[in-house]
Every structure is written in C-alpha cells, then in structure tokens.
C-alpha cells in the first residue's frame, strides 16, 4: 500500500471516528427537519390567523369590493361615520379600519387604513388594486365604453421558442435549466466551505499536538497535504451521504405524525406560487418532464463530477497551505477573505448574469477564470456552452489546481513546522523562495 493510500485512509478513519464528526453526522438533519418543520409550523399558524377590518365608505361606491375570505371579514359601517367606526374597531379589538373618501378621485387622503399594527404590504397591496380596478371601471363605463366588450377585445399571446436547427423549447425551459445549475452551483460552494474549513482545522489540530513532526519525517508535505485532501473529501461525502438519506427519512416521518406540510415554509414566495401553479395543471407537469429530458443530462453529469472534485482539490489546497502557516484557527481570519470572495463572486454571477444572459460576455468570461469557473460554468452547462469553452475552462482548473498544489506545497513544507509567529503575506511569498 502507498504512502498516500495510506494517509488517505488514516485521515478518513480519524475523521469519521471523531466524537464531534458522528454527532454532527446525525444531530444536524434533526436539527434541519425540525427548523423546516418549525418555519412550516409556524406559516400556518400565522396564515390561519382571522382578521376582522371594519370599511367605512363615505362615497359608496365600493362596497361590492371588499368581499369575506377564509381568512378576513370585512364589517361594513359606513353608515354610522368614520368616528364611530374607529370606536367599535378599538373597542373589539378588531384588525384595523379603512377609511373611503367621498370623492377618492380628486382626494389626496382618498384612501386611510387606521390600526394599531403597521399592515403587510401585501396587505396594502391587495386594498390598493380592489379599489383602483374599481375606479377604472367606472371611468371606462362613464367614458361609454363596455366592459364586456373591453374584456372579449384583450389578447393572449405565447411566444414559441425554437432554435434554427428547429428543436423548439419554452418558457418553462429557462427555469428548469436555472434551477439545475443554481442547486449545483451552491451545493459545490457550501461543500467547500464546510468541508475546505475541515481540512485547514485538521492540519492545525496536528501541527498544535506537534504529530507533523513525526509524520514529516518519513512523508512528503505533497503527499501529506494530498492525503488529507482526499482523507477529509471521502470523509464528507460520507457524512453528506448520511445526511440526505436521515434526513429525507425524518422529513417524511414527521410530516407524517404531524401532519405539517415543510412546502408552506415557501408558500408565500413566487417560485412557490409557480411550482404549485404547474402541480394543478397536468399540461404544465407534462411540460416540466418533457424539457427536464431536453436538458443535456449526460454533460451535465460529467460537468458536475470534473468541477467539483475540481473546484473543491483547488480551494481545499488553499485551505490546506493556510491551516500549515498558522498555529491556530483565529490566525486564519487575515486569510479567508481571498478564499470567500471568489466563491461568492461566482455565486454573484451565476444567479445574476447567468439566469439572465447565459452566453454573454460577464457569464462567459467568469466561467473559464479558474476560481470562479467551478461555479458559473456548472450554472451554465444546462444552457448548452460551446465545446471550446468547456475544454478552455476545463484545462485552465486543471492547471490551476496543479500550480495551487505546488504553491500550497511550498508554503505547507516551509509553515508546518513554523511556531509562535503569526505570518504575513510577506512571510508567506519568502517560505515560496525555499
């Protein structure tokens, strides 16, 4: 058996079998279902919460627009004035009071909620529309024009996506292939994160017990600096693992004893209303299916292991070199802004500029740089990006990594046996000299 072999399986054993690796392993799905199930709880709760608004309407005109919901009642009592209708609102406590004007149209005031609480804005929102449709109606049935006829005149128009090779597409089909590439993208960018901290923590944690030096002594800082990459790589995939399938088993489990649905914790949100617009209508559904099989699965397959294991190898060097030039984890704060910026830079631009524009020049650019290419490119994929990028952005990680290796390396060799000195950047670019 190698060395690295063996370092990799020495580095995986002493992660897994760490006490504070095999709680966090089973405590944090817990924990996860229980925020979703209690973000999911307390939705409800707060959308079956009844409001009863008193409408006091001096002009009359609206009084068919305030109609019951399961939700809200709305009590009429324009007839007794606006004064008395705040003192029976006060006095039962009721949700607030909104208060029409007897000429809204020229009014400044036209329109006045009074409550104790500041309403939502969909709240106001939802008054603002019932009253203006009203008023527009009426100024469209004063100027002599119908309604109905107004209504039957309205077009509908949906505009057909097909490229010149004549495959067509949809709407729908952007959504889709966003949604593939943002879950990718930030699932590689948390992996790092979590799992590049576990590696920089883990050379810390032996260069504080002064283990290295040992096992400096018969290895060589490339090959330990490896071992631990891939040690501590296999180690969270494993725990990864371990977490969506506990925590797929606790989310149907207790949704099920319950009985909370985890889908009202974004119920208010538009992806939601989207998503439950397709579920109701089985033209939709069989839409989503049909472009979630146009999407290039095979390349997007591919794309996904190469960056990121490649993404990952690059910044868990970084991670690495850094966790050898300090002596403990507070030293490393001086660091992490270099590493942090990239990713969420990548981030930046993938849900800005490639949901929006794909193939332009910011999303193209950004997804052959080799620190923010894992990101933006694995973003891009789903929108078919030309086979020269692919390969361009490909060869550049690669290099990259190799180069980062071999700078981490240089910086591991020097900074794993240094003490009692918090380093610089101007110690750090000396140790490469050695």
Do not use: C
């Amino acid at each position: 058996m190698s060395i690295l072999t063996l370092i990799i399986k020495r580095e995986y054993i002493a992660r897994v079998r760490n006490k504070s690796f095999l709680i966090m392993t089973f405590l944090s799905p817990l924990i996860l279902v229980g925020m979703i199930l209690l973000i999911s709880y307390l939705t409800q709760l707060n959308s079956e919460d009844k409001r009863t608004i008193v409408v006091v309407d001096d002009s009359g005109q609206f009084e068919t627009v305030f109609f019951n919901t399961d939700q809200t009642t709305y009590l009429n009592l324009s007839d007794q004035g606006l004064e008395a209708g705040k003192e029976v609102a006060k006095g039962e406590g009721y949700y607030g009071l909104i208060h029409i004007n007897d000429n809204p149209a020229i009014a400044e005031d036209a329109v006045t909620f009074y409550g104790n609480e500041t309403p939502s804005f969909s709240f106001i929102g939802d008054i603002e529309k019932r009253i203006e449709k009203k008023m527009t109606d009426e100024n469209l049935i004063a100027q002599g024009i119908d309604l109905n006829t107004l209504e039957t005149a309205k077009s509908s128009i949906d505009v057909q996506i097909e490229n010149f090779s004549g495959e067509t597409s949809s709407k729908m089909s952007n959504w889709v292939k966003a949604g593939f590439g943002g879950a990718a993208g930030y699932l590689l960018m948390m992996f790092i994160i979590i799992y590049g901290n576990m590696v920089m923590r883990s050379v810390i944690e032996e260069k504080t017990n002064r283990i290295i030096e040992v096992i400096i002594s018969s290895v060589k800082p490339f090959q330990l600096m490896m071992g631990k990459i891939l040690g501590t790589t296999l180690a969270g995939i494993t725990q990864f693992s371990i977490w969506v399938i506990v925590g797929g088993i606790l989310l149907v489990v207790l949704t099920t004893v319950f009985g909370i649905d985890p889908s009202a914790a974004s119920a208010a949100s538009p992806a939601a209303s989207q998503a439950q617009q397709i579920a109701e209508d089985p033209g939709m559904v069989i839409e989503l299916l049909q472009e979630i099989q146009k999407l290039p699965l095979l390349q997007l397959v591919v794309g996904f292991f190469i960056y990121f294991i490649g993404g990952y190898f690059l910044y868990s060097s970084i991670y690495a070199a850094i966790g050898a030039a300090v002596d403990n984890e507070t030293d490393t704060q001086q660091f992490m802004l270099p590493i942090i910026m990239p990713l969420m830079l990548g981030i930046y631009v993938g849900f800005f500029a490639v949901i929006d524009n794909p193939h332009g020049t910011v999303a193209t650019v950004f997804s052959i740089i080799p620190l923010t290419s894992p990101i933006v490119m694995l973003m891009r994929i789903p929108f078919e990006v030309p086979v020269w990028q692919l390969a361009l952005s490909i060869t550049l990680l690669v290099a990259s990594f190799v180069f980062t290796v071999w700078f981490g390396s240089k910086i591991y060799r020097v900074g794993i046996l240094m003490y009692g000195k918090k380093p610089t950047y101007k110690d750090l670019i000396k140790w490469l000299r050695y």
